[in-house]
């Protein structure tokens, strides 16, 4: 197996992650990549404590995970790599590789629009997300393995104004 889903999702390591996608796709690790918490033991215990004894929970800043991409690709055990921002997504696709991009919860924060009920974005982040299509990633926001997976180009054109 390998990594088997890439995940942007700002509430990082959450039930939705590890039962709604774990549970389903036999997953055994989870890279955590985010720059803070990547420097914080207590952050990390924390994230610890929300996924079985049996899931293994790595984590790493963007430039570290970058050092280690090829060696989770190849390993035997599926896993789920997590970062809480479409900007460290950018750098482990743009320096790392990565080329499927699965968007899971950006959340309402001033200044973003909402497109689907887990999604909302500046027109900043809205560019990002272009540019990572831009460097061959595929990118769908899917909330849950059951939900359809929406395509960047129609994620981008549907404003829900709630």
Do not use: C
């Not at 890439?6 to 720059?35: A, E, M, S, T």
């Not at 790599?81 to 460290?88: K, N, R, Y």
């Not at 990565?98 to 899971?104: K, S, T, Y």
């Not at 500046?122 to 990633?137: I, S, Y």
């Amino acid at each position: 197996m390998t990594i088997v889903l890439n995940r942007i999702d700002d509430r990082l390591i959450h039930g939705q992650v590890v039962v709604g996608w774990g549970q389903p796709l036999d997953v055994k690790f989870i890279v955590l990549v985010d720059d803070a918490v990547a420097e914080s033991d207590w952050e990390q215990e924390l994230y610890r404590m929300g996924v079985p004894p049996e899931m293994e929970v790595r984590f790493h800043s963007a430039e570290g995970a970058v050092a280690h991409l090829d060696g989770y690709r190849t390993e035997a055990r599926p896993g789920i790599l997590v970062t809480g921002d479409i900007a460290t997504m950018r750098y482990l696709v743009q320096h790392g590789g990565v080329r499927d991009v699965n968007i899971g919860g950006i959340h309402h924060r001033a200044g973003r629009t909402q497109h689907l009920r887990y999604v909302f974005l500046t027109p900043e982040e809205q560019a990002a997300l272009r540019d990572l299509a831009a460097h061959g990633a595929v990118v769908t926001a899917q909330d849950v393995p059951a939900a359809r997976a929406v395509p960047l180009e129609e994620l981008l054109t549907v404003r829900e104004d709630a």
